[in-house]
């Protein structure tokens, strides 16, 4: 049903597996911290809506026909029944959560996944609910705090960004989309893929618009923006080398691809970066 990740799976064992039962609870709203590290879990969904956001480090975040990168301090909404899957490689990650009853979690909220950037605000709320990590039951403090988070939310999530990389099914697309991937640093254009692929540019261009619901020279952007993303979590701090990295000759050029799509400019992610070590 879902095409295998290879970068996930061939580091898979390198990561400790997490089970999302783990974390129900019987009160309604309820709350998950912990410091994870490198782990992943496999596909699943329950009937919860939740809240998410990490500290120290970059999440991946799978959904159908979507490869979500979540940065530090950047929380995701994850609506109910939502099938998905996360895995993470960075070793000092630490993952919050809040999670809504379904009866509630349309009130105001988003009904497709979400990633936006969390305020000051909500993070220490989000932080100051670690007290109630597995605690049960539920006082009227708990549930009216929980409450007050649950409505701050769609205000914060009109912030919105597109760090979410589409994926398909097709076989021949996605091969073509493994190697654009292995070969980002490099001069891309559609009509060298298309030939190199068996396409004509034409199909190629149709395929990327029906598959991946984007144009071919978006995903190129989706895809650089990201890899960006993934260098700076490695401890790249030098701005003109990864926009070099990525495909870019000019640095103007990337900073502001990068400011549009990831809502900040590069040096707002390498600073958080430097404040985590």
């Given at each position: 049903m879902f095409e295998k990740d290879n970068d996930l799976f061939a580091s898979a064992t390198a990561r400790k597996p997490v089970s999302c039962a783990s974390v129900a609870a019987e009160k309604p709203t309820f709350v998950y911290h912990q410091e994870l590290g490198r782990f992943y879990t496999d596909w699943h969904q329950h009937p919860w809506g939740e809240f998410v956001y990490a500290e120290n480090g970059f999440v991946h975040l799978h959904v159908a026909g979507k490869k979500v990168l979540l940065p530090s301090w950047y929380g995701a909404w994850i609506p109910p029944n939502t099938l998905h899957e996360i895995w993470s490689d960075s070793p000092s990650l630490h993952m919050r959560a809040i999670c809504f009853p379904?009866?509630?979690?349309?009130?105001?909220?988003?009904?497709?996944?979400?990633?936006?950037?969390?305020?000051?605000?909500?993070?220490?709320?989000?932080?100051?609910?670690?007290?109630?990590?597995?605690?049960?039951?539920?006082?009227?403090?708990?549930?009216?705090?929980?409450?007050?988070?649950?409505?701050?939310?769609?205000?914060?999530?009109?912030?919105?960004?597109?760090?979410?990389?589409?994926?398909?099914?097709?076989?021949?697309?996605?091969?073509?989309?493994?190697?654009?991937?292995?070969h980002l640093a490099e001069k891309i254009s559609i009509e060298t893929l298309a030939h190199q692929f068996g396409f004509s540019v034409r199909t190629l261009s149709r395929l990327c618009r029906q598959q991946l619901g984007v144009s071919f020279s978006s995903y190129c952007k989706l895809a650089r923006m990201m890899k960006a993303l993934e260098l700076m979590e490695q401890g790249n701090d030098n701005v003109s080398e990864i926009a070099s990295l990525v495909g870019y000759e000019s640095l103007a050029t990337f900073s502001n691809n990068f400011l549009d799509i990831c809502g900040n400019r590069p040096l707002y992610f390498i600073n958080k970066k430097r404040v985590q070590r």
């Amino acid at each position: 049903m879902f095409e295998k990740d290879n970068d996930l799976f061939a580091s898979a064992t390198a990561r400790k597996p997490v089970s999302c039962a783990s974390v129900a609870a019987e009160k309604p709203t309820f709350v998950y911290h912990q410091e994870l590290g490198r782990f992943y879990t496999d596909w699943h969904q329950h009937p919860w809506g939740e809240f998410v956001y990490a500290e120290n480090g970059f999440v991946h975040l799978h959904v159908a026909g979507k490869k979500v990168l979540l940065p530090s301090w950047y929380g995701a909404w994850i609506p109910p029944n939502t099938l998905h899957e996360i895995w993470s490689d960075s070793p000092s990650l630490h993952m919050r959560a809040i999670c809504f009853p379904a009866d509630s979690s349309t009130n105001g909220l988003k009904s497709e996944l979400t990633v936006f950037p969390v305020s000051p605000l909500l993070k220490e709320m989000v932080r100051y609910t670690e007290r109630w990590n597995e605690v049960e039951p539920a006082d009227f403090r708990e549930v009216t705090f929980l409450q007050a988070i649950q409505d701050l939310l769609p205000e914060e999530m009109t912030k919105s960004i597109h760090v979410c990389l589409p994926s398909t099914s097709h076989e021949k697309l996605a091969q073509l989309l493994d190697y654009l991937k292995n070969h980002l640093a490099e001069k891309i254009s559609i009509e060298t893929l298309a030939h190199q692929f068996g396409f004509s540019v034409r199909t190629l261009s149709r395929l990327c618009r029906q598959q991946l619901g984007v144009s071919f020279s978006s995903y190129c952007k989706l895809a650089r923006m990201m890899k960006a993303l993934e260098l700076m979590e490695q401890g790249n701090d030098n701005v003109s080398e990864i926009a070099s990295l990525v495909g870019y000759e000019s640095l103007a050029t990337f900073s502001n691809n990068f400011l549009d799509i990831c809502g900040n400019r590069p040096l707002y992610f390498i600073n958080k970066k430097r404040v985590q070590r």
